[in-house]
């Protein structure tokens, strides 16, 4: 124990505080950046892939313009087969939505007499595949046969009501909260069938000017109250990595197609963001790896320095693990420091940009701190292993010197 003693003060004697402070705030950097990248990550992914997502690609609805011929004739111009696949092989076309409209009759009741206030109204209902419908999806879906049926509002409808009817009227304002609480009576008819259920709407559109009910239940509503019928789209939503591209607007141009609801500079916007955010991610992963590169280099320049006294400790007759257990007594010290200030640290700019994320994104849900927490224990073993390894192999190289 003495000798062991008298190791670690000979080495400890001559390592530099100043220098060791040096290594161990490089290492908690290079931790810190890694570790928060990761918690960062997994907390906007949402953001990124969620179908509500701010940076999914472009979307345009697309329409036919109507001419006197169509009026005269009363046909609704559609698309044909040939146009869609035309329009699913253009390079700008990520993917091409068709919307599904109801053949049968919408009745729409809401109140009761009992509360003295009742109203109904004839309505429509569309479908539209669920990777073309920009609202969060969580209370979408539901059996085609289900007695309560989720309803996507535009979001344009309400604000109609607010700020001009009931602006006009002196009527009260409505929230979505509340519009979401309210229960619908729904009246389906069709080929001499009546089909009751309760409509709920579920979210808001921004971008999609219609009502929307899910896919599977609009398919088997069409074939239960209007066998037979498959009418062509008379619309379609096509999903751009550019909305603003100049060969999209020639070919709808060219073509003689109508855009709903295009909005060019916040297409240009999106699009500049998803450049930046990639840039940034490069750049990060840049500095993770310089940084992680600094973690290893610290505790073998620690060596480096200790070469002559290593050389000494072994000509005196102490073993090559006695003199390195110092050493890796002082990286195993280090390292759980750098551990737990890491995670600290990642915990406190966390708490930093989640209520900006929180106004940036309303439906923002914070992720668990599992994965960061993971990669860092991660992280810290394989430089354990890593400084473990170097120390040894370094101790080695000089004892093998003296013993050829």
């Known amino acids: 124990m003495r000798r062991d003693n008298l190791v670690y003060r000979l080495l ?32 906007v992914i949402p953001m990124f892939t969620g179908s509500d997502s701010f940076m999914r690609p472009g979307q345009i609805v697309v329409t036919k313009q109507v001419g006197a011929l169509s009026t ?38 809401v109140g009761s007499k009992q509360m003295g206030m009742e109203f109904s109204t004839e309505m429509f209902f569309e479908s539209l595949p669920d990777d073309f419908i920009d609202v969060d999806l969580s209370q979408w879906h539901v059996s085609a046969t289900a007695d309560t049926i989720p309803i996507i509002l535009p979001r344009n409808y309400l604000n109609l009501y607010n700020f001009g009817y009931a602006a006009s009227q002196g009527l009260p304002a409505i929230s979505e909260s509340l519009v ?10 069709g080929h001499g069938v009546t089909r009751q259920c309760q409509g709920k709407v579920v979210a808001f559109s921004k971008s999609i000017n219609t009502i929307l009910v899910p896919q599977n239940f609009m398919e088997a509503a069409n074939r239960q109250l209007a066998p037979g019928r498959s009418p062509q789209p008379s619309r379609i939503v096509i999903a751009a990595d550019n909305a603003a591209d100049d060969a999209l ?52 320049l620690l060596l480096q320095k200790h070469t002559a006294i290593i050389d000494n400790l072994l000509l005196i007759g102490y073993s ?58 991660a992280l810290y073993g394989l430089m354990c292993v890593l400084n473990h390894v170097a120390i040894r192999r370094k101790v080695l190289g000089i004892w093998t010197i003296h013993e050829s």
């Open 12 to 43: 400890y004697r001559h390592i530099s505080r100043w220098q060791m402070l040096g290594f161990a705030l490089a290492n908690l950097c290079g931790m810190t950046i890694i570790v928060a990248a990761i918690q960062f990550a997994t907390d």
């Open 72 to 109: 005269l004739m009363g046909a609704l111009p559609a698309f044909s087969d040939a146009e869609i696949k035309d329009l699913q092989e253009q390079p700008f076309t990520r993917g091409v939505g068709l919307f599904l409209p109801s053949q049968y009759r919408v009745y729409a009741t």
């Open 180 to 189: 979401k609480q309210v229960g619908i009576r729904l009246l389906l008819v």
């Open 249 to 300: 607007a020639d070919y709808l141009d060219r073509h003689g197609y109508d855009t709903e609801g295009t909005d060019i500079d916040s297409a240009k916007t999106a699009s500049f963001l998803r450049l930046t955010t990639t840039v940034v991610i490069a750049v990060g992963l840049v500095i993770c790896v310089l940084s992680f590169y600094v973690l290893l280099l610290s505790i073998f």
């Open 320 to 377: 090559p693990g006695g003199v390195a257990r110092p050493f890796h007594v002082l990286a195993f010290t280090l390292n759980t420091f750098v551990l737990v200030a890491s995670v600290w640290l990642s915990v406190v700019l966390r708490g930093i940009y989640l209520p900006r994320l929180g106004l940036l994104y309303p439906q923002f849900s914070p992720s668990h701190h599992l994965p960061a927490v993971v990669t860092a224990m």
